[in-house]
Each structure stands twice: as structure tokens, then as C-alpha cells.
């Protein structure tokens, strides 16, 4: 057996950092790309479908394995998200990859079916007044909806798993503060409901790392692994923090957008998701395996600000550029060309 490096071997094990009273990090999280629903539906500009579709193939190729193609909204609502059924489409030609699509009713869950995606998205405000302006009803009335697209699907024994994402989870532009035991309950409801699994939103930038690793604490105390998603919003230089609040509380998977772009056309205020290359590189460094391929990202990120020309786009590895060398005994560079190899 060849020597231990001194510096690798000055490096802390997963067992040692448990013993030292530190959660430890994850070995693997999943990153799902959001950028092509989340991402443009604040834009007022329409992408063509076929840069949408050079989107996914060549994020795709950069290893991501999971996103969000679309919305099934009226397309005089939102025509940056009209062609969300020729997207998934496509992405079914892709190997390995998972597709969801938001879907904000009964009529949008049957669309999702019909085109067989893998899962679908329903937001859930846990503010009422932002659920009356995004949703035009009140969270009760959702968790309604969402027991009859349960229903739905069990009746077209439809594979599409149904996800919930508590919008407004840790706040929001229009009520204001947002009760932690009010985003319990709601969880517990569409639970009951059927949902398969729930995710929180920090939809308006309001979260801090500690308000995160406390409601992460409280609803996976009542709905265990089946609270399995963070998506926050940078809004207010957070963001990063915050995905680090939810990694020690045992959350693996976790939103972003290419070049930070995204927000909600009913949350004032809501700009700038995680940024999908940035966070890709924190876990890298971080040694937790993703998959994904840094420089990939950095120049599908060049591409999309071609396409966007005119638009903000947030982010900071891009400025900096990746350093010359990696961390003394880091190891995460041929854990992600494992998982490249597996997928």
C-alpha cells in the first residue's frame, strides 16, 4: 500500500468529524436544475425552444441528472413556458435524466400526466396573502387541489411522483413574517394528502442559516426523509449559507439556476436563485460528490448570457475563474468522474 500523503492524511474522516460533535456533511448530494422554469419565467423575454433544448443537452452533459423543464400555466399567462410539453419531450431522450414540470391545478396535473413526466411540482404558500396573489386561493384550498391530483393519478395509475414545495417558508414580501408552526402544519396536510414528498422555499431571500437548520429541524421531525428538498434564493448574499444550514440537517438535494436568474412574479423582491455552477463548486471543494462537471457549467453559463444578452446574471465563479490547484488531499474530482462513469 502506498504512503498516506502528511497533508491527505491531515485531512479529518467523516467519523472523526462525528466525533468531534459536528454533523457530518453528506457523501452525495443532487443538484436539479431549475433555471429553464424558474429562471425564465421572470423574464419577460421568450427563449426559443431550440436554445432551451441545447440547454438541457449540454447540461446534460455536464452531469446533471435532474430538472425542471417547464410549468403547465396558460400560455397567455406566461409564453416564456409554452413549450413545456416539446421539452420534456426531449427529455426523454436524454439517459438518466428526471424532468418535472410545476403544475399550479387539477388541469395542469393532467397535462403533466399525458406527457408522462417523471414528477410534478406544486407550490404551496405558507403565506396566505402570497398564496391568494400566486395561487388565487388559500393554502387550505391548495392542499385541497392537491389531495384531488393525488386522486388523479391514482386513477390513471400514473408514475409521476407529486412533490410539494412550501413557498414563503421562512417569510415574505407581501404578510411578512411567516409562523415556523404554520409551515408544520402545512407539511403534515399534504403528507395526509398523498404527496409523495415536500420541499421549502426561501422564495423572497428572508432565510438566515439558523431560521433554516431550525425548520428543517421541526418538519423533518414529523415528516422524516420525505422532506427532501432546499430551494433558496440569493436575494440577500445568503443563499450559500443557507444551503450549508440544510446540508447539516440532512438534506441532499437542493435547487439551482444557472446564473443565478429566477424569482417569483408574485414576490416582490424575489431575484436571484443559488447559482448551479457556484454551488457545484462549493461541493466539490467541500468534497461531497454531485456528478457534476465545473467547467461544463462555467461554459453553458457563457452560452446562456449570449442568449440573455441584456439580462442579469449573478454568480461569482465565472469573475474569479477556478484556482490552479485543488486543496491539499481533496479527492472530490474523481469521486464526480465516478459518478459520470455510473450514471
Known amino acids: ?54 440547454w438541457m443537452r449540454a447540461a446534460h452533459a455536464a ?6 423543464v417547464g410549468s403547465f400555466v ?24 428526471v424532468a ?25 404558500s405558507a403565506s396566505h396573502a402570497h ?18 391530483m393525488v386522486d388523479l393519478r391514482e386513477q390513471r395509475r400514473a408514475r409521476t411522483r407529486i412533490e410539494v414545495g412550501i413557498s414563503t417558508a421562512f417569510g415574505c414580501t407581501i404578510q411578512g ?14 403528507l395526509q394528502a398523498g404527496a409523495d414528498s415536500v420541499g421549502l422555499a426561501d422564495t423572497v431571500g428572508y432565510a438566515d442559516p439558523r431560521a433554516v437548520g431550525e425548520l428543517f429541524a421541526q418538519v423533518r421531525a ?5 422532506v427532501s428538498t432546499a ?32 424569482g417569483c412574479p408574485h414576490a416582490p423582491g424575489a431575484s436571484g436563485n443559488v447559482t448551479t455552477e457556484d454551488l457545484a463548486w462549493m461541493l466539490e471543494r467541500m468534497q461531497i460528490a454531485t456528478g457534476l462537471d465545473v467547467q461544463a457549467l462555467l461554459a453553458l453559463r457563457g452560452t446562456l448570457a449570449q442568449w440573455l444578452e441584456g439580462e442579469a446574471l449573478h454568480g461569482t465563479l465565472w469573475r474569479a475563474g477556478l484556482p490552479r490547484s485543488a486543496p491539499a488531499g481533496h479527492t472530490a474530482s474523481a469521486t464526480v468522474s465516478a459518478l459520470k462513469v455510473s450514471a
Open 63 to 68: 452531469g446533471v441528472r435532474e430538472m425542471e
Open 222 to 226: 414529523v415528516a422524516g426523509d420525505r
Open 177 to 190: 413574517r411567516v409562523e415556523p408552526d404554520e409551515v408544520v402544519r402545512l407539511v403534515r396536510a399534504v
Open 231 to 262: 430551494h433558496f434564493h440569493d436575494t440577500r448574499g445568503m443563499g450559500m449559507a443557507n444551503v450549508l444550514a440544510a446540508l447539516q440537517q440532512g438534506i441532499t438535494r437542493l435547487d439551482a439556476c444557472l446564473g443565478g436568474i429566477g
Open 74 to 97: 396558460p400560455a397567455r399567462l406566461m409564453p416564456q413556458l409554452a413549450d413545456t410539453a416539446e421539452l420534456l419531450a426531449f427529455a426523454k431522450t436524454l439517459p438518466g435524466l
Open 100 to 124: 418535472s414540470v410545476l403544475v399550479p391545478n387539477l388541469k395542469g396535473a393532467e397535462r403533466a400526466i399525458d406527457c408522462d413526466a417523471d414528477a410534478m411540482l406544486i407550490p404551496l
Open 1 to 54: 500500500m502506498p504512503p498516506v500523503p502528511p497533508e491527505a492524511a491531515a485531512q479529518p474522516s467523516r467519523a472523526q468529524t462525528a466525533a468531534s460533535g459536528a454533523a457530518p456533511w453528506p457523501a452525495q448530494v443532487s443538484v436539479r436544475e431549475v433555471g429553464l422554469r424558474d429562471g425564465l419565467q421572470i423574464l419577460q423575454r421568450v427563449v426559443p425552444t431550440a436554445h432551451k433544448i441545447e
Open 131 to 148: 398564496s391568494l396573489a400566486n395561487m388565487k386561493r388559500t393554502p387550505d384550498e391548495v392542499v385541497a387541489d392537491i389531495a384531488r
